[in-house]
């Protein structure tokens, strides 16, 4: 079967896919399977690894936050004045758990999950899952990774000169992890926890989706991988109205009612342009959640993640903090300040609605990540823990960045796409900290249509569509084909990768998922 799709494939993979250009696309559009971004690594993606400075935008932004709040300027004021309040109770209590405060499942408990796991999770946003595959599984695609990094040496990474992340997307090793039916049965769980207000929107989080990511591999010693706080998904587009207001996705937190954001609901996600700027490695799927495999024994300060798990606060937060501005400054840390200034500094009565909008959108960069420093959003507390506390660190309040727990080969580490997370400033272990990028994505119209590009891509060895172009794994040595994926799973592992059609006759889909299993088929060119 798998050699019958191939026949006719490569001609049909590049129907019904979006365009490149520097104004909002629209998904419905088509183009060809050749265009691709510029060539780049991991470090184009965000303005700090670049060596960009954080600077006001253009000014049509500052018309832009002024058409957000009009009207509601006194309720956003009264909003923003809880929520530094909520904050205020919530980081502590982070703080003194520390890791412990992320949610833990094994997997085989995922279809009898606690309503404590539930809760958990809901509240923060990420989760470990443990045991996703066998742990000699897992060491075992490491080795492959690296055999095949070996024999390929002219593979690009970051950086150049000691590589850590790794410019490849179709290793056997990833396409192994993607296709197997226990990675996808943990996602089809993290997916469920989302949910539509339109009981016919055109999304099934039953059914995941490939979307060809990156790897890391990072070594100890390690600190030029050092990217701090940020969020993926786009910046400037979460304030735009032609990027996430295209689905109305924040307009709670902009009518100053931050506590009816759901970051769950999936149905105003559809319409959403994450990637206006076609920055490198923007993504443009709908991904319900980050995530990665773990291939190494990994701890706290060994290079390894770390969180805000404050999902619906922390969002408020940040996309609320270009509104406002301290009446009275921070005080320089040469001062010799005490912590009295710095409470006064952050107490709800010195900050006031700016008087004339500007156009700072604080950590946000035009075709870059969204990204956090606690210089610009100090009411997050997100300076990085560090493994020894020195004298200097005695005064700092309690961070909201903590660690991810100690992850072994075979556990699949999750965050939702709007939580804040950064990796270790410097690998401070002993070993390697490896790990898969594997999201989890749904079936959408919008998603099928990427995967009809990305499934060009895999066939032809080059990157996928979101990342830097180039030739790629093209000319790879052991680079898999259709019949690998196949071998692993010639069913769900399959269709994720869009190389088998949706089953939309099948016991239990409601009407839209039927309708966009029968649209996605089309799409990826299985019928006319």
Not at 17 to 25: A, G, S
Not at 71 to 83: I, K
Not at 244 to 253: E, L, M, P, S, T
Not at 422 to 429: K, L, N
Request: aromatic residues 8%.
């Amino acid at each position: 079967m798998a050699s019958n799709l191939l026949n006719g494939m490569r001609a049909r993979a590049a129907t019904h896919i979006r365009p490149h250009h520097h104004e909002p696309p629209r998904r419905t559009a088509a183009t060809t399977s050749a265009t691709q971004k510029k060539e780049g690594d991991i470090s184009d993606a965000f303005a700090s690894l670049s060596g960009m400075q954080f600077a006001p935008l253009a000014p049509r932004f500052a018309e832009l936050k002024s058409r957000l709040i009009a009207g509601n300027e006194a309720a956003l004021h009264a909003s923003w004045t809880r929520l530094l309040a909520s904050l205020r109770e919530e980081i502590p209590l982070i703080a003194a758990l520390g890791p412990k405060i992320v949610p833990e499942i094994d997997f085989r408990d995922i279809d009898t999950a606690s309503p404590e796991f539930r809760a958990e999770h809901k509240k923060r946003g990420v989760a470990v899952i443990r045991n996703v595959l066998p742990q000699q599984h897992a060491l075992d695609l490491k080795r492959e990774l690296r055999e095949y990094i070996a024999a390929n040496p002219q593979t690009k990474a970051f950086p150049k000169e000691a590589p850590q992340v790794f410019e490849l997307y179709w290793s056997p090793a990833q396409i192994k992890a993607r296709s197997h039916p226990n990675v996808i049965a943990a996602q089809r769980f993290l997916m469920g926890f989302w949910h539509s207000r339109d009981a016919g929107a055109l999304v099934s989080s039953g059914h995941p989706t490939v979307y060809a990511d990156r790897l890391r591999m990072r070594l100890p010693g390690d600190a030029r991988f050092a990217l701090g706080p940020h969020v993926d998904g786009g910046s400037c587009e979460r304030w735009e109205e032609e990027g996430y207001g295209r689905g109305h996705v924040y307009d709670k937190i902009w009518q100053g009612k931050w506590e009816e954001y759901d970051p769950w609901e999936s149905s105003c996600r559809l319409p959403v342009v994450s990637d206006r700027y076609q920055g490198i490695g923007a993504c443009s799927m709908f991904r319900m959640f980050q995530g990665w495999l773990s291939l190494s024994e990994t701890g706290p300060f060994e290079g390894t993640l770390l969180v805000n798990p404050l999902l619906s606060r922390a969002t408020a937060y940040f996309l609320l903090r270009p509104f406002f501005t301290p009446k009275t400054p921070a005080p320089h840390p040469d001062t010799g300040a005490d912590a009295a200034d710095t409470e006064a500094f952050l107490a709800p009565q010195n900050w006031r609605l700016e008087p004339q909008a500007t156009s700072w959108l604080q950590g946000a960069t035009p075709g870059h990540g969204q990204e956090l420093r606690q210089t610009l959003h100090p009411h997050l507390h997100l300076h990085m823990p560090t493994p020894a506390p020195t004298p200097s660190h005695a005064h700092k309040p309690p961070s909201s960045m903590v660690h991810v727990p100690r992850v072994n080969p075979g556990d699949y580490v999750s965050w939702h796409s709007d939580a804040i997370h950064a990796v270790d400033s410097i690998h401070a272990g002993t070993t390697d900290s490896s790990v898969l990028y594997i999201p989890a994505c749904p079936l959408t119209v919008g998603n099928a249509a990427f995967l009809a590009r990305q499934r060009a891509a895999f066939l032809a060895g080059t990157p996928c569509p979101d990342f830097g172009g180039g030739v790629g794994e093209s000319a790879h040595v052991g680079r898999p084909g259709v019949a690998d994926v196949a071998r692993v799973d010639a069913g769900d592992g399959m269709r994720a990768f869009g190389l088998r059609a949706w089953e939309s006759d099948g016991v239990g889909l409601s009407a839209g998922q039927r309708e966009v299993m029968d649209r996605a088929n089309k799409i990826l060119g299985f019928y006319d």
